[in-house]
């Protein structure tokens, strides 16, 4: 018997998105936003995990991620924002299937941003990769701001159409994403006592993987497989970690690296390029490049200047 095809649907335009969840065309081709109150007795269910090839912005006022900590929940419990980049898969094994409608959601084909600033921005907006249990959580305050944003343009995309509408879209996007920027940050700091915890996990894990045997063959941890491991995204990782130290989990993997290194060279008569071997590294030239570059000295000069101290 032939095993169902659970291979993801892939949505490569707007239109394709509407024609599959039973929605009307969209208005334009590059951007759409819907209104889940306008769409009573639709089913916005997804009936599979898909890939968008346009970006995704969904409001949400109840989300299933919201954190439980102690005695009692952690986050704001007015809804939030979940973000998806073209070509992420939506509803994978791991998680729920989502639908394509929250209260509000916004799907911008990167064309309908082309020629603008905005354009080359988006790619730097680390929350569009985080995983669907990192969602935004909103206070009312917040939330009350970023409906605002919403509907201001369901009102421009629903009027007619002149030269100056596609600007005033791309103006209040660029707000909305800066507001989440700065709440993504403030979420970090409220939930400082559960990322505490991710952080010290981090700290026992990169322990782990610079004492082990195998360090030589396996290479230097990535910042992917330590987010695997942890069970976040690589890019919340990243994020929490320089809200929360100024630094991102590269630097982060980078500076115990060195740790390490300064440790070997001090202690062991270890050639420099057997420590490089020992600590991940397949080319010796890369390690003493990524030493001086942390501490302004070859591995060969720290030796010595130890030796001399």
Known sequence: MKKPDHAPLRFTSLSDAHRAFGLPSPRHPLISLLNSAAMAGIDLSAPHSHVLSFYKIAYRSRL???LRY???????????????APGQLIGGTEEPTEGM?????????????????LARKMRHYGFF???????????????????????????????????FSQDVVVA?????????????????LTRKTVHSDLLQRLEELLAECFSSADLPSRGIPTVQYLAQRLHVSASYLSDMLRTLTGQSAQQHIHDKLIEQAKDQLATTALSVSEVAYALGFEHPQSFSRLFKTKTALS???FRQSFQHN
């Open 70 to 84: 102690g005695q009692g929940y952690y986050d704001f419990d007015e809804g939030g924002l979940l973000f998806a």
């Open 129 to 163: 990769t985080y995983a669907a249990h990192e969602a935004l959580h909103v206070s009312e305050l917040e939330k009350e701001l970023l409906l605002s944003l919403f509907k201001t343009m369901e009102a421009e995309l629903a009027s007619r159409l002149d030269e």
């Open 64 to 66: 299933s991620s919201r």
């Open 101 to 117: 409608c929250g209260h509000f959601t916004l799907l911008i084909h990167p064309d309908f941003l082309a020629g603008y600033p």
């Open 172 to 188: 209040q996007l660029e707000l909305l994403l800066t507001y989440a920027n700065r709440f993504y940050k403030r979420q970090f």
């Open 299 to 301: 591995p060969l000069a």
